[in-house]
């Protein structure tokens, strides 16, 4: 059973349904089973597990659960410029009809090439889907719990964010190692892309990482901090 199954069923068992919402994600046609008044009941539960779930409670689950941690394959790695501007993708979506890459990186880069425009497109696009936010395949669109997202209170949303970037298995692998050990995310990236690819998506990776444990205590800011190595 899902974790929209055991929402809808009224389940009370939170760290049951953060296990499942982290490490088995919905795909989107399993959705076509659910009515739209279902999902907006699922997607406002998730928003407030998420918001009264820590940080550290949500790695103690998925440490407790490592082994469902999705492989790591070049495509869920994330790729952006710029991470503050998912909610302007997911309202350029949201307000389109049919959209291509090309049309999302135009609004968000007006000055750049067609073939740049369509390259930042589709990585933001991209980063939204990994935490859950779009869909991954087309026609693209904001999920359901992207559309509830959309209507968090600013001051809200960062925290709701910082913690769906727990789940990209990248995130999860490099948290879990570096709660115990001195960790070099370089390392762990070039076991999945080429040097220089790897190179480019560490700032991303380390961006998404950062922001997950400052949102932390400080002392479990602390305790990772000074395991990660990112030369």
Same mark, same amino acid.
């Given at each position: 059973?899902?974790?929209?199954?055991?929402?809808?069923? !009224? =389940?009370?068992?939170?760290?049951?349904?953060?296990?499942?919402?982290?490490?088995? *994600?919905?795909?989107? !046609?399993?959705?076509?089973?659910?009515?739209?008044?279902?999902?907006?009941?699922?997607?406002?539960? @998730?928003?407030?597990?998420?918001?009264?779930?820590?940080?550290?409670?949500?790695?103690?689950?998925?440490?407790?659960? #490592?082994?469902?941690?999705?492989?790591? +394959?070049?495509?869920?790695? *994330?790729?952006?410029?710029?991470?503050?501007?998912?909610?302007?993708?997911?309202?350029?979506?949201?307000?389109?009809?049919?959209?291509?890459?090309?049309?999302?990186?135009?609004? @968000?880069? &007006? &000055?750049? =090439?067609?073939?740049?425009?369509?390259?930042?497109?589709?990585?933001? $696009?991209?980063?939204?889907?990994?935490?859950?936010? +779009?869909?991954?395949?087309? *026609?693209?669109?904001?999920?359901?719990?992207?559309?509830?997202?959309?209507?968090?209170?600013?001051?809200?949303?960062?925290?709701? #964010?910082?913690?769906?970037? @727990? #789940?990209? *298995?990248?995130?999860? +692998?490099?948290?879990?190692?570096? &709660?115990?050990?001195?960790?070099?995310?370089?390392?762990? @990236?070039?076991?999945?892309?080429?040097?220089?690819?790897?190179?480019?998506?560490?700032?991303?990776? #380390? +961006?998404?990482?950062? $922001?997950?444990?400052? =949102?932390?205590?400080?002392?479990?800011?602390?305790?990772?901090?000074?395991?990660?190595?990112?030369?």
């Amino acid at each position: 059973m899902n974790y929209i199954d055991k929402i809808l069923e !009224g =389940s009370i068992y939170r760290n049951e349904l953060i296990k499942l919402f982290y490490l088995f *994600p919905v795909n989107r !046609g399993e959705l076509t089973k659910y009515t739209n008044n279902q999902l907006e009941t699922v997607a406002t539960s @998730l928003i407030d597990i998420i918001k009264d779930t820590s940080i550290e409670n949500i790695v103690d689950i998925i440490e407790a659960n #490592r082994e469902s941690i999705a492989c790591l +394959t070049p495509a869920n790695i *994330p790729q952006f410029s710029n991470i503050e501007i998912i909610d302007d993708v997911l309202d350029i979506v949201n307000s389109s009809e049919d959209i291509s890459f090309e049309d999302i990186g135009y609004y @968000l880069n &007006k &000055k750049a =090439s067609k073939g740049a425009q369509t390259k930042y497109g589709e990585n933001h $696009y991209k980063t939204a889907a990994v935490i859950g936010l +779009t869909y991954s395949e087309k *026609p693209f669109g904001v999920t359901y719990l992207g559309k509830k997202y959309m209507l968090i209170h600013t001051d809200a949303k960062e925290n709701i #964010r910082n913690k769906l970037f @727990l #789940r990209v *298995p990248i995130i999860q +692998t490099i948290m879990l190692n570096a &709660k115990y050990k001195k960790t070099v995310p370089m390392n762990i @990236l070039q076991q999945y892309l080429s040097k220089s690819t790897s190179i480019r998506r560490r700032s991303n990776v #380390r +961006t998404m990482v950062e $922001y997950v444990y400052k =949102s932390a205590d400080v002392g479990f800011q602390i305790e990772i901090q000074k395991n990660l190595d990112w030369k």
